[in-house]
């Protein structure tokens, strides 16, 4: 074997570097919600990303991962779970702030006993950590699939384990882009790399997973995920306009 048969494509230098890197720093600013169904387990609603302002966390979503199950039987959405750093359940008993239309966000301060005991887990500083203005280049888009394939519940411990979801890609301008949203796209299908193929995951399920601006001198939040849309196309809601929500 030559030395050329060790060197690593373009594409298998980027995916190390963000299952390796960018994933495990990120990840921990993103968490699964649940609801518990009428057998006692959790069911997946979506993804949400925590935040901060001074002293106070906020637990931001996509309004429709709230409103979608408001008919679901046993939900209440002042019951709300969230799995944690190590996938343990805390009782969320927030009230959201919602933002359906244009914008699909939905905001909760975290009070009381999981203010208290959320503490110290990492969130993003919403005055320094969260894109302002247009974001262009490497985004990753993280988040937890509701699909019940990609979680199973520990009664021992009664915590979850949850697959994460990570998708990266080179965002530039697009003519759907507006002033609440922008567009990644995503090429479905087989995608060929050197003599290898790959499929690109689906993102059903991960409305309001977090989408990161890789491309700097830190990464940034720079919107939260909503939609997955025909014609290869990922929607997602620009960061800057959960400012508007936040008390």
């Known amino acids: 074997m030559g030395d050329a048969d060790l060197l690593s494509t373009p594409g298998e230098v980027l995916q190390a570097l963000i299952n390796e ?10 968490h699964p919600v649940y609801c ?4 006692g387990e959790p069911d997946a609603l979506g993804s949400s ?14 309004a429709h991962v709230l409103e979608m199950n408001e008919s679901s039987p046993g939900f209440d959405p002042s019951s709300l ?3 944690g750093c190590h996938g343990e359940l805390f009782l969320l008993g ?9 914008a699909d966000l939905a905001v909760a301060a975290l009070t009381g006993s999981l203010a208290d005991s959320w503490d110290l887990y990492p969130a993003l500083a919403v005055d320094s950590e969260i894109a302002t203005g247009e974001t262009m280049g490497l985004h990753l888009l993280l988040g937890y699939p509701i699909r019940r394939k990609a979680f199973n519940l520990d009664r021992s411990r009664n915590a979850v384990k949850h697959e994460a979801y990570k998708y990266a890609q080179v965002r530039s301008p697009h003519k759907k882009d ?7 796209l995503m090429p479905r299908g087989n995608v060929r790399s050197e003599n290898k193929k790959q499929t690109a995951p689906s993102p059903r399920g991960v409305s309001g997973g977090g989408v990161f601006l890789l491309s700097g ?3 940034m939040l720079a919107g939260i ?3 997955y849309q025909r014609g290869e196309r990922l929607v997602s809601t620009k960061a800057n306009r959960l400012l508007g929500l936040l008390p």
């Open 217 to 219: 001198p830190q990464p």
């Open 178 to 184: 507006g002033e609440h949203h922008f567009t990644m």
């Open 81 to 83: 779970y969230l799995g």
């Open 21 to 30: 890197v960018h994933a495990p720093r990120l990840l921990p600013f993103v």
């Open 225 to 227: 995920f909503i939609e």
């Open 49 to 62: 990303v925590l935040v901060r302002r001074g002293r106070q966390l906020y637990l931001v979503t996509a």
């Open 36 to 39: 518990v169904n009428d057998r």
């Open 94 to 102: 927030a009230q959201f702030l919602a933002n359906r239309e244009p």
